[in-house]
Nanobody, 126 residues
């Protein structure tokens, strides 16, 4: 059974930092991109960041560029998201996702990701 489990969410004041983690099990994803998405109430799920299987390529959404950093450790089956300079508009449920197929590169479209975690809530207060 494939599982992706996010952790590290919670409450933080604006300007603060937070690190999210995702641990996956049940199969390897060392051959495909991993990504973070987020979804705020009443909004579409939004691409945050992605990293290729070897870390050679990264991509960030407009809202995350310059503030968020994605990382992965294939030996530990983990993906992380370091978030700095958090803003109230970063409040959302954050999801970890694994690509649908082996691929050298990253992609930002949610349709390209087949495996998803349950999400972790991040709340940023002003």
């Amino acid at each position: 059974q494939v599982q992706l489990v996010e952790s590290g969410g919670g409450w933080v004041q604006a300007g603060g930092s937070m690190t999210l983690s995702c641990v996956y099990s049940g199969r390897t994803f060392n051959d495909r991109p991993m990504a973070w998405f987020r979804q705020a109430p009443g909004k579409e799920r939004e691409f945050v960041a992605a990293m290729s299987w070897d870390g050679a390529y990264t991509d960030h959404g407009v809202s995350a560029a310059g503030r968020f950093t994605i990382g992965r450790d294939n030996a530990k089956n983990t993906v992380s998201l370091q978030m700095n300079s958090l803003k109230p508009e970063d409040t959302a449920v954050y999801y970890c996702a694994a690509g649908s197929r082996p691929d050298r590169y990253t992609y930002s479209q949610r349709e390209q990701y087949m495996y998803w975690g349950q999400g972790t809530q991040v709340t940023v207060s002003s």
